[in-house]
């Protein structure tokens, strides 16, 4: 049996899987460029790699987002509310370069704002960055619209970067399977929702910390997924599956190598503002205790459908035990499986469990699923019929806000906007049956097709199973034992 701390050397020259052989869809769509890739091609000997390819379709899928926001920009951001919604091309960043004090020079957390939003409402690392997006966009001097166009101009071309960070880490995070990547370089809703907040600083930081991880580095995983932390609250939730998978494989070292990590990288940015700002630091925090039910929760469709009145307490404790009971079946899921679960198809149930149960959901929030699906669940198939719920209902909350804001009620009506809640529930629930469904069958998860273990897994790369629950108690049905994967390692692989 190879050691799972090296990697030999048929695992180095295991050859790139071409997704247009493994998936009937990616095949279908190849033959826009000429069809599926030969049995006799070789691969290399090209500038345009697979990671470039990759970073390059994001880009332009970025840039695509950015022509569609178009409308928005030459004048419905600032021509009254509903505009911006039949044109679906609102975005929070203009809107907040006034509303939070960055056109008149405030400092977040610092300065006291005017109106209900005292302090700004964001995480330090986003507060950090929306602040400097406000600093380059001091040298555009002219009137309020102009200085709002080049403060979302601005923070798009700062997306945009961490758009190819989020790219070329997602694609070298499976060492063999680059091309999943390109399910998130082509996805509808990312491109549709890049640009509406901030959250690609957090899913750069992330998907970093991911690719760490798949190199067995797992201090340098915790450090990035403390930023991550830092930006959002939901990279914090990672820490949970990766418990899981260390207590299985029982590789206590590593797990605590990245709570160290995470810890030290989360003080070291939100201490200073703490100490120095403790009211503007701690908004975040209690605004979102504070916030009650929002759109696109299915918690809203309950208080529209029944007119009941449930406070913010009350639906904090019931979301919060909803997602302790779905982390308790993720938990038993784990430990239970067959195989030990690839690290990306846990991660992926666990923030999946957060959106559902979640009492708000804002239509960028799919941001967070969409790199965890394709390395959990690498189906173009599958991947598409879950874009298209969402992108549903991404239209869907524009047309309603344009109803509820216009005089006229132009839109889509309150029934209309339940029914596209029901929409990306539902598509986020099939894709998490597929994902359990590999877990239980390992034999049908197409990363593991050709005898790999879990790319993504690092030091829990083929490693042996010591605590196991339930009939996979066996010796014979342990992971270590039905398979060995290879172990990525950093440059290991050409792409």
């Known amino acids: 049996m190879p050691s799972p701390h090296k990697t030999t050397s048929a695992q180095q020259d ?25 049995r006799w091609a070789r691969f290399g000997g090209s500038a345009l790699t697979p990671v470039r390819v990759i970073a390059l379709a994001a880009i332009g899928m ?17 021509r009254g509310t509903s505009s911006q919604y039949t044109h679906a091309c609102y975005s929070d960043i203009p809107h907040l370069f006034i509303g939070r004090g960055f056109a008149d020079g405030l400092i977040p957390y610092f300065d006291r704002l005017g109106g209900d939003m005292e302090y700004l409402e964001y995480p330090v690392l986003t507060g950090l960055f929306m602040q400097v997006a406000s600093w ?3 040298p555009f001097d002219g009137d309020l619209q102009y200085r709002e166009q080049m403060y979302w101009m601005v923070n798009a071309g700062m ?16 060492r063999n399977r680059p091309w999943d990547a390109l399910l998130v370089a082509l996805a509808p809703a990312f491109a549709l929702t890049a640009t509406i907040n901030w959250d690609l600083l957090a899913l750069a930081l992330t998907a970093v910390a991911m690719l760490m991880w798949s190199r067995g580095r797992a201090l340098a995983f915790g450090v990035f997924l403390g930023l991550a932390t830092a930006a959002k609250f939901y990279p914090f939730l990672l820490l949970g599956p990766l418990l899981l998978l260390c207590w299985r494989a029982w590789r206590w070292r590593e797990f605590g190598l990245a709570v160290v990590g995470t810890a030290a990288s989360w003080l070291a940015v939100n201490v200073p503002v703490m100490l120095l700002a403790p009211e503007g630091w701690k908004k975040f925090y209690s605004f979102s205790e504070e ?3 929002d759109f696109g929760s299915f918690w809203l469709i309950i208080t ?11 639906v904090n404790t019931y979301a919060s035990v909803l997602m302790a009971l779905a982390c308790l079946g993720i938990a038993a899921l784990t430990l239970t499986a067959p195989r030990r679960p690839r690290f990306a198809q ?3 149930l666990v923030i999946a469990a957060f959106i559902l149960t979640n ?19 690498p189906r173009w198939r599958d991947f598409l019929v879950w874009q298209a719920c969402e992108v549903m209902y991404f239209v869907g909350i524009w047309m309603y806000l344009a109803y509820t804001t216009s005089g006229n009620k132009q839109g889509l009506p309150t029934e209309g906007y339940q029914f596209a809640i029901l929409l990306h529930l539902a598509g986020t629930l099939f894709l998490c049956a597929m994902v359990v469904r590999d877990i239980l069958m390992p034999e049908r998860d197409g990363v593991r097709q050709d005898g790999t273990d879990d790319p993504s897994g690092g030091v829990l790369d083929g490693a042996e199973d010591v605590f196991v629950l339930g009939r996979v108690a066996q010796p014979s049905q342990h992971a270590a034992h039905a398979v060995q994967g290879p172990r990525v390692e950093w440059g290991a692989v050409r792409e």
Request: hydrophobic share 50%; with cysteine.
């Open 159 to 174: 997306l945009m970067a961490c758009t190819a960070v989020l790219a070329v880490c997602t694609a070298r995070t499976h």
């Open 291 to 293: 916030r009650g039910i």
């Open 62 to 78: 970025f840039a695509l987002g950015m022509v569609q926001k178009l409308p928005c920009y030459n004048w419905a951001w600032f």
């Open 359 to 377: 009492k708000v959901y804002s239509p960028q929030y799919v941001l967070w699923l969409i790199p965890l699906a394709a390395l959990a669940r």
């Open 14 to 38: 295991r050859p790139v899987v071409p997704p247009a052989r493994r998936d009937e869809v990616a095949a279908a769509g190849s033959e826009l460029i000429g069809g599926p890739v030969g």
């Open 136 to 138: 380059l966009t001091l």
């Open 304 to 314: 529209q459908r029944t007119g009941a009145n449930i406070t913010p307490d009350a």
């Open 346 to 348: 846990l991660a992926f």
